[in-house]
């Protein structure tokens, strides 16, 4: 995750702040009354994606029991995009203190089967993930489909195109 000249102009973000205390608050009030009313035994679901670019990557959740969340970060590929997404995802997920069988979807069947290749920091996101795992074993990673990850797709790119179109617009003016 290493900041090129080019993502430090764009002032993008190499790290994804985590959400503030209020919204997560009533995030969980939201969730609680969800599932009083519903008492079923079904997985909430989480669907997590990325849109990468130049250096720039637009992360994206959708969630019936989260809510949705997108965020921009400088990051060096799509795979870890893709695990930064996830991991936005489960770090929300965690602060909120969700209960129950959760899954987590993505459309990566590298983050999917936790494939890391030959890079150190897919090696710390891999490590990061399988550790909320393991503290959490009522949540599993699952393979979507990209077409069953639609919404969340068109977030993460349109996250995406909002900072290149503001990239752009300020290019354009100096």
């Avoid at 130049?54 to 959740?61: I, N, P, R, S, T």
């Avoid at 069947?109 to 494939?115: C, E, K, M, N």
């Amino acid at each position: 995750m290493l900041e090129t000249p080019e993502q430090a102009s764009r002032n993008v973000p190499t790290r994804v702040d985590a959400v503030d205390p209020d919204v997560l608050a009533a995030r969980r009030e939201v969730i609680r009354a969800k599932r009083r009313t519903r008492r079923l035994a079904k997985p909430a679901y989480v669907n997590c994606d990325a849109s990468w670019r130049d250096g720039v990557a637009g992360l994206a959740y959708v969630s019936g029991a989260l809510g949705n969340r997108t965020a921009l970060v400088a990051c060096s590929g799509s795979t870890e995009a893709e695990y930064l997404a996830l991991l936005m995802a489960m770090g929300d997920a965690h602060a909120c203190q969700l209960t129950g069988l959760i899954d987590f979807r993505v459309d990566s069947t590298a983050v999917a089967h936790l494939a890391v290749g030959a890079s150190s920091d897919l090696v710390e996101l891999r490590r990061q993930v399988k550790g909320l795992l393991a503290v959490h074993r009522e949540w599993r990673l699952a393979f979507v489909e990209r077409k069953r990850n639609w919404v969340a797709d068109g977030m993460a790119r349109r996250a995406l195109r909002q900072c290149q179109d503001t990239t752009k617009a300020t290019s354009t003016r100096h």
